[in-house]
C-alpha cells in the first residue's frame, strides 16, 4: 500500500470515530442522596453528561464544589432534585453535612 493510500485511511478512520463520539447524545447520570451519602459516591462520565442528585433523606442536602465552591445548589428537600451538566472533574460535598463528598470524574 502506498503511503498516501494508508495515510487517507487512517484520517477516514479517525474522521469516522470523532464523528460517531460526537453525535453519541449526551447521558444523565443519577447519585442518589440517602442516609447521610452520595449513592454512588464516585461517577465516571462523558464531558457534557448530566448528573443530577436526588434527596431520598428526611434532611436537607445540598450539592457545592469542594475546590473553590465555584457552584452550588440551593438546599433541597426530600424527593427533590439538582442537576449540572459537567464539563471537568469535579469534587463535591454537601455543605450543611460536611462529611457527605463525592467525585466525578470526566474521561
Not at 498516501?4 to 469516522?16: D, N, R, S
Not at 470515530?17 to 451519602?37: C, S, Y
Not at 462523558?46 to 434527596?55: Q, Y
Amino acid at each position: 500500500m502506498s503511503s498516501i493510500i494508508l495515510l487517507t485511511f487512517f484520517m477516514e478512520v479517525w474522521a469516522y470515530n470523532k464523528l460517531k463520539v460526537m453525535e453519541e447524545p449526551p447521558k444523565k447520570h443519577t447519585v442518589k442522596i440517602f442516609r447521610m451519602k452520595f449513592i454512588p459516591d464516585h461517577l465516571t462520565v462523558k464531558e457534557g453528561d448530566t448528573v443530577e442528585w436526588v434527596n431520598k433523606d428526611f434532611y436537607l442536602h445540598d450539592v457545592t464544589d469542594e475546590k473553590n465552591r465555584k457552584w452550588t445548589s440551593k438546599p433541597f428537600g426530600q424527593n427533590e432534585v439538582w442537576s449540572k451538566v459537567v464539563t471537568e472533574d469535579e469534587q463535591y460535598f454537601c455543605n450543611l453535612h460536611k462529611v457527605m463528598k463525592g467525585t466525578i470524574t470526566v474521561e
